[in-house]
């Protein structure tokens, strides 16, 4: 872009350096304070080096089994969320779409509220590490019922309208948390009180166990969608153009919901519904270096885990001692910011373009 | 070489294409006309696999296109439609350089970086390579297009001829640029390409086209040389209006006038 006379590679560079930043800023932030070189003596006795260097066992604790695995998971979820939407802005040709607006994470979380409420009577025969396996998969599946259900709802010969779309993701997410809602509602206590959390989206819950699991699909699926960057560049120019340039426009829509369906709803089911980021990061990339999807997904990445990073110290910060739901943040700043990029996008394209 | 074979397309109990053969051949510039909804670029969206669900088959060098394979002849075929959705910000030579992508797997070489340099200066846009595609008229946008499809098949293949199909390519460009097209379109034809243009101007046909064919009501009227095919006779049947010809002194290509409807 003319916008910018950035390489790519400074671009990354930069995001990088500001990754590594804010997450040990980030490790550092909370009641218990903890040192550089706290973190770097419970890394190397972590990885078996200096078995006995001498370290305040609260700061190692909380720091390997409290803030670490935070800080991973918001690092890996929010370059998950920010690459799905990514790629679910090159699918619909529209640069307004998240996983948020088009049921993607309500599917989730209503998949996951059901566990919730009736998946202990269902499943309580089963071992915990099924049950563990279950939230993920019944997230897994209703967020890929109901993305499949707004896009071809959406969709009439091949062509997505916008207004349609976002009628339509309207409607089933006003499905999918009517449902969570009546579950909630026939819920006992404790379990209606973990749903209301988790539709908020935070992260105190992170633990070695989610990390694992989290990072086992969200990278993978991040580096195959890098596979599909330059089909989806083509799928830009419309659906019969990419078919022209060889590409397989069917197969690779369904590959793309998957993938986008699978980093979204394992992110989901394990920090709950955290709106915004998906739809504001890879948008801030297209101004400052244009659309190409190599460079959306690699800078998504990077871009939305630090995003992510800085939401979830905000969130611990405002009220300490006590804890914000991440989600609270993300549509506090998110929303106000998806404002302005109306306003400024219909300026841009009056005819046609992304609202046609 | 391209060839149609009793190609019938139909949608619901409307008979959209009925029949149709035809034969074309690499170094002439083809043109497809025919009143709106003739099914002139229903013809052409078969031709170029868009549409698959009809009846009857196409052949590539004669070999039967495969309804469902789109990769191999990607590298040898370019279409190039009315008018593309494209809304996202790029820069003109990214969009160009998609025109490389049936060419290359991860990273374009040297040479695709070359070939969309020669692309855009063949369309006269050395200029524009940093530009926001976004901010170009529709007419540049058009242009920048067809120099996207002319660097998908910028390379002469050893033992294949070239396809190219432009789907009433000119309507949004301004007189100079409408026959700058055609003329690039006629020196890509007579480089052993088989060339298809789908056009509404009866007089830019005339002046640029070898062989034309004439649709009306999804059938076939005439096809052949232009002058045998766009007669005075020919016009007046299928579009309902009086003409008459004058023929210019110098280049002694004749020039339809239209005179009232029938």
């Not at chain 1, 003596?41 to 390997?64: N, R, T, Y």
């Not at chain 1, 803030?67 to 699918?91: E, H, K, N, T, W």
């Not at chain 1, 190409?292 to 910060?317: E, Q, T």
């Not at chain 2, 029949?19 to 497809?32: D, R």
Request: net charge positive; hydrophobic share 45%; glycine share 6%.
């Amino acid at each position: 872009m003319n916008t910018s006379r950035l390489k790519y590679a400074t671009l990354y560079s930069i995001l990088s350096v500001l990754l590594l930043l804010t997450m040990f800023l980030a490790i550092r932030t909370g009641a218990v304070h903890i040192t550089y070189r706290e973190i770097f003596i419970s890394l190397a006795k972590a990885f078996g080096f200096h078995p006995d260097a001498k370290i305040e066992p609260i700061q190692e604790g909380v720091f390997m089994q409290i803030r670490l695995p935070r800080v991973l998971l918001c690092v890996v979820i929010g370059a998950g969320l920010s690459v799905s939407g990514a790629l679910m802005q090159a699918l619909f040709r529209n640069p307004i779409v998240e996983p948020g607006l088009i049921g993607t994470s309500s599917g989730a979380a209503f998949g996951a509220a059901l566990i919730f409420v009736v998946g202990k009577s269902f499943f309580a025969q089963y071992s915990q590490l099924l049950g563990n396996m279950i939230l993920p998969l019944s997230a897994c599946v209703f967020s890929f019922i109901a993305t499949m259900l707004v896009y071809r709802l959406s969709s009439s010969y091949g062509k997505v309208t916008v207004t349609i779309m976002i009628l339509v993701g309207v409607a089933i997410n006003a499905i999918a948390v009517s449902c969570t809602g009546f579950l909630s509602y026939i819920a006992r206590d404790p379990q209606a009180r973990s749903i209301t959390f988790w539709s908020l989206g935070t992260f105190s819950g992170a633990n070695w166990n989610s990390v694992c699991l989290v990072y086992a699909v969200v990278i993978p699926c991040i580096f195959l969608a890098l596979r599909y960057s330059k089909a989806l560049n083509a799928l830009l120019l419309g659906e019969s153009e990419a078919s022209y340039l060889g590409i397989n426009t069917e197969k690779l829509k369904t590959r793309i919901i998957i993938l986008n369906t699978l980093i979204v709803a394992v992110g989901t089911s394990a920090v709950g519904v955290i709106g915004f980021v998906g739809l504001i990061v890879p948008h801030l990339l297209r101004m400052i270096k244009g659309s190409d999807n190599r460079f959306l997904i690699i800078g998504s990445a990077l871009m939305g885990a630090v995003i992510m990073n800085v939401a979830d110290m905000v969130s611990r910060i405002v009220i300490a001692p006590a804890e914000l739901p991440i989600g609270i943040v993300t549509s506090f700043v998110g929303a106000p910011v998806f404002i302005w990029i109306l306003r400024r996008q219909k300026g841009i394209h009056s005819k046609g373009g992304y609202y046609a | 070489m391209l060839e149609v074979k009793n190609v019938s397309y139909k949608i619901g109990e409307h008979q959209i294409l009925d029949n149709i053969s035809a034969l074309f051949e690499p170094g002439k510039l083809t043109m497809i006309l025919g009143p709106n909804g003739s099914g002139k670029s229903t013809l052409l969206k078969i031709i170029s696999n868009e549409i698959n669900n009809y009846s009857g088959s196409v052949h590539y060098d004669k070999k039967l296109l495969n309804k469902k394979d789109t990769g191999s002849v990607s590298k040898i075929r370019a279409v190039l439609s009315q008018e593309s959705e494209l809304s996202f910000p790029l820069t003109v030579e990214e969009v160009v350089m998609m025109g490389r992508y049936p060419h290359f797997n991860l990273r374009p070489s040297k040479k695709d970086t070359e070939i969309c340099h020669q692309a855009l200066k063949r369309m006269k846009m050395d200029s524009f390579h940093e530009r926001n595609y976004l901010t170009l008229s529709g007419g540049e946008k058009q242009r920048v297009h067809f120099a996207r499809v002319m660097a998908q098949i910028w390379e002469q293949p050893e033992d294949k001829y070239r396809y190219l199909l432009l789907d009433e390519p000119i309507a949004s460009l301004d007189l100079n640029y409408q026959h700058e097209f055609l003329k690039i379109a006629k020196e890509v034809a007579q480089q052993n390409t088989v060339t298809i243009v789908v056009i509404h101007d009866i007089n830019l046909a005339l002046q640029y086209a070898d062989f034309v064919l004439l649709i009306n009501k999804g059938k076939i009227v005439a096809m052949g040389n232009t002058l045998e095919v766009i007669t005075v006779e020919n016009i007046q049947e299928i579009y309902a209006l009086r003409c008459r010809v004058v023929q210019d002194k110098t280049s002694h290509i004749p020039y339809f006038i239209v005179e009232s409807s029938i």
